[in-house]
Nanobody, 115 residues
Framework: QVQLVESGGGLVQAGGSLRLSCAASGDITVINFMAWYRQAPGKQRELVATLTYSGDAKYVDSVKGRFTISRGSPKNTVFLQMNSLKPEDTAVYYC?????????WGQGTQVTVSS
């Protein structure tokens, strides 16, 4: 089992920045890669960014150049640095740990960007 706890969400004006954190605990050795998803009201859940343990990062087109996914020290912490935020980035953001079984999900953290 892996437990994920997100933090760092909040209310920010358009153009501002936030950094989300995700702390993983438990049997983290089984994790293949980490990811951030988001879900806005009335919309489908969207994959925002992924990060493999070798450091390969990928992003959805809408956040490229604005968001950065990274791993902290110790390596059980993953960050999502969000710059130049837009109102359309408003959503609940979830940290996900992927392994050979069903993904582990955090409880989510709300990000609200005002115009």
């Amino acid at each position: 089992q892996v437990q994920l706890v997100e933090s760092g969400g909040g209310l920010v004006q358009a153009g501002g920045s936030l950094r989300l954190s995700c702390a993983a605990s438990g049997d983290i050795t089984v994790i293949n890669f980490m990811a951030w998803y988001r879900q806005a009201p009335g919309k489908q859940r969207e994959l925002v960014a992924t990060l493999t343990y070798s450091g390969d990062a990928k992003y959805v087109d809408s956040v490229k150049g604005r968001f950065t996914i990274s791993r902290g020290s110790p390596k059980n912490t993953v960050f999502l640095q969000m710059n130049s935020l837009k109102p359309e980035d408003t959503a609940v953001y979830y940290c996900v740990a992927a392994w050979s079984g069903p993904d582990f999900w955090g409880q989510g953290t709300q990000v609200t960007v005002s115009s």
